[in-house]
């Protein structure tokens, strides 16, 4: 079942762009709107939400992170996102106007589980993203929105991780719809790109793998990796880390590069391998030419620079000992390609490794207890 893969997690980092394409599957409609009707909230109750929580561990998190730009951009809906197990304990405020969104591949993850129930007594309405059909939180929630992904066999989540920020984009897409039609012509424009995403993660597998791939086998002695990122590249760069952590057991990190100065840059020195993410050039306010400067601040202290762009962004290579290129999209969806590197470089480094990437040590598939 691995179709000829070595291993389940690179035939699920191919399975990508049929789990980004199947979850948005009958979902958009022909005149440039949204179905979603298995949202079965009252859409009186959708417009009178005040407040999003996201709850989520692991990787679901680092989705829900994604999220957060996009619905607070689209919707102006203040939103959070919390780890499931931290929500939990800190006497939350949720009341009967929190929208409460439970991202989980498996939907049996037992502190997001607790964290449901716990919003639901305060009065909350939730919305599960879940990969899982039938899965406990999935018929706990209120509604649930499915990601469909297929079965993911390896711990390390890939496929399920798009599937929930696709998810979230419809989530959030759906209710900047229902409250209102100040975005209507964004909102048809941006589903028109979310259906050209699943073709250009495509082409990140044909056009980039090969490139990651040759660039890992030679990194398998890095002592540790840092990930950089902004905007929602910040997510994107944390879960980068989290794959090398997970599956090559190698030290990583990822920071929003605006903190660099803050702390992290005492760390950069001669051939620190630092992965940055960054925005495209076409994107809003001034967030490109930031992350090249803070490329060019590490680059100058010796830092080994692998830098994720968009096609046609040339500025960045003066500073950059890699350049991997992804197609361009509109700035929030960009983490639907930017990851597929990140993924595939953990997968190679832990088999360069030899490592057994599907089934890391001390972890497991799904976390039922707390
Ligand atoms: C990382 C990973 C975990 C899960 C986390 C939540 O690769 O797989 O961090 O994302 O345990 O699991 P679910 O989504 O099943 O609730």
Redesign the pocket.
């Known amino acids: 079942e691995k179709d000829g893969y070595p291993s389940f997690m690179e035939k699920e980092i191919h399975d990508q762009p049929a789990a980004v394409g199947d979850t948005l599957l009958g979902r958009l409609d022909e005149n440039g709107s949204l179905t979603l009707d298995e949202i079965k909230i009252d859409e009186a109750v959708l417009r009178s939400i005040d407040k999003i929580v996201v709850i989520?561990?692991?990787?679901?998190a680092y989705a829900g992170q994604v999220a957060r730009y996009a619905i607070e951009h689209w919707c102006r809906i203040p939103t959070e996102v919390e780890l499931a197990h931290e929500f939990r304990y800190r006497d939350p405020i949720v009341n009967e106007k929190t929208l409460v969104v439970a991202v989980?591949?498996?939907g049996e993850?037992m502190d997001?589980l607790m964290a449901v129930r716990h919003a639901q007594e305060q009065g909350a309405k939730v919305v599960a993203i879940c990969n899982t059909n039938g899965s406990t939180i999935p018929r706990e929630a209120d509604a649930v929105l499915y990601t469909h992904a297929g079965p993911e066999i390896a711990?390390?989540?890939t496929k399920?991780f798009l599937a929930q920020i696709t998810a979230a984009y419809l989530l959030g897409l759906y209710l900047a719809q229902l409250r209102g039609n100040k975005y209507k012509d964004e909102i048809a424009s941006l589903l028109t790109e979310l259906e050209a995403m699943p073709a250009k993660i495509q082409r990140v597998l044909d056009e980039v793998e090969p490139q990651v791939k040759e660039l890992a086998s030679g990194m398998k002695d890095a002592g540790s990796v840092l990930f950089l990122g902004r905007h929602v590249g910040f997510p994107v760069a944390m879960e980068g880390a989290?794959?090398l952590k997970?599956i090559a057991y190698i030290h990583a990190e990822g920071f929003a590069a605006g903190e660099l100065k803050h702390g992290p840059i005492a760390l950069i020195d001669q051939g620190q391998p630092v992965i940055v993410i960054v925005p495209s050039p076409n994107g809003r306010d001034s967030l490109h030419a930031k992350v090249v400067s803070n490329i060019q601040e590490i680059r100058a202290r010796g830092a080994e620079t692998i830098v994720i762009a968009e096609e046609g962004d040339e500025a960045v290579r003066e500073f950059a000992n890699h350049v991997l290129h992804v197609p361009a999209a509109p700035t929030l969806l960009q983490p639907l390609l930017a990851t597929v590197p990140l993924q595939i470089f953990a997968c190679e480094l832990a088999g360069a490794k030899g490592y057994d990437v599907d089934q890391p040590r001390n972890l497991a598939k799904?976390?039922t207890v707390e």
């Open positions: 989520a561990c692991g990787t679901a989980s591949q498996s993850t997001t711990v390390a989540s399920a989290l794959k997970e799904s976390v």
